[in-house]
């Protein structure tokens, strides 16, 4: 803060447990990846190597190593994981995951099938190693779980072994928790908040309407991630009451006679 001013919500500081942000870089260089720590670190906590870029990012360990030095956690998306569960080359991914010195790591299955043990085993096994964020729900239109399988699945992942489970929605915010036209799946929502600590779910939102939901919903301190580098501050002023948006949410009931 530049200026104390009253009435802003307290955000979590420092290594978060909860109130995470996760920025998701689709192939950022290593100078763009510079600028945005120089103006996002402060509110940024993971950083996802997007689908399967970490095989095509140039200067691959360098930039791991770049958001490591600034307290980020990067990791690479689920689509590579599965990407090599697919082909049966699951301790060539631990390799992988090692030479470019990744401590995070994501277990997926949206694209592929994959029976749900095989997935809690991996879990299991990577998280005896890595910090493990499980994502749940289908990247591919048409394929639905139920309500209670989302809540089941999250669960028992978290009791394997996951640090955080993630609500997929893809980048574009239009499967998973939303709809194709990115509203969101409330009666899921609701299923999964009744059962699970809102601070193990971190909620991918690419979409502002979406991050104001879910910050009107839950307060500033939500996950919520698949946010664009040039989305992170704006995601920050939105949490603090410092946009239209939430302006009002974060003000007790005196000045809510000046709302509009």
Same mark, same amino acid.
């Given at each position: ?6 009435? #802003? ?7 978060? $447990? ?5 920025? %998701? ?7 763009? *990846? ?11 906590? !993971?950083?996802?190597?997007?689908? +399967? ?14 958001? /490591? *030095?600034? =307290? ?7 689509? !590579?994981?599965? %990407? ?16 470019? =010195? ?5 277990? *997926? ?13 991996? &879990? ?6 890595? /910090?493990?964020?499980?994502?749940? =729900? ?22 394997? +072994? @996951?640090?955080?489970? &993630? ?8 499967? +998973?928790?939303?709809? *194709?036209?990115?509203? @969101?799946? $409330?009666?899921?929502?609701? @299923?999964?908040?009744?059962? #699970?600590?809102?601070?193990?779910? !971190? ?24 946010? @664009? ?12 009451? %410092?946009? =239209? ?10 000045? /809510?006679?000046?709302?509009?």
């Amino acid at each position: 803060m530049n200026f104390t001013l009253n009435h #802003i919500p307290d955000r979590t500081s420092g290594e978060r $447990s909860y109130g995470l942000t996760m920025m %998701m870089d689709k192939g950022l260089s290593l100078k763009e *990846s510079e600028h945005f720590i120089d103006s996002s670190t402060p509110y940024t906590d !993971l950083v996802k190597f997007g689908f +399967g870029t970490a095989l095509i990012t140039r200067d691959l360990k360098e930039k791991v190593q770049l958001y /490591q *030095s600034a =307290g980020l956690k990067p990791y690479f998306g689920g689509t !590579l994981f599965e %990407m090599f569960f697919v082909r049966g080359q699951f301790d060539d991914y631990r390799r992988f995951l090692d030479k470019a =010195g990744i401590r995070n790591v994501e277990v *997926s299955d949206g694209t592929i099938k994959m029976e749900h043990d095989e997935k809690l085993e991996c &879990i299991e096994l990577l998280a005896k190693d890595y /910090q493990v964020l499980s994502e749940i =729900g289908s990247k591919v239109k048409g394929v639905e779980l139920t309500n209670d399988v989302w809540v089941s699945h999250m669960k028992t992942e978290l009791e394997i +072994g @996951a640090w955080k489970v &993630i609500a997929e929605a893809r980048e574009s915010g239009t499967i +998973g928790i939303y709809d *194709s036209e990115g509203k @969101a799946n $409330s009666e899921l929502i609701e @299923a999964i908040m009744n059962e #699970i600590s809102v601070n193990d779910v !971190l909620w991918e939102a690419p979409l502002k309407s979406q991050q104001t939901m879910f910050i009107k919903m839950l307060g500033a301190n939500v996950n919520l991630g698949n946010i @664009a580098p040039n989305e992170v501050v704006s995601l920050e002023a939105l949490r603090c009451g %410092m946009r =239209g948006d939430t302006f009002f949410d974060v003000l007790p009931e005196e000045f /809510q006679f000046r709302k509009l």
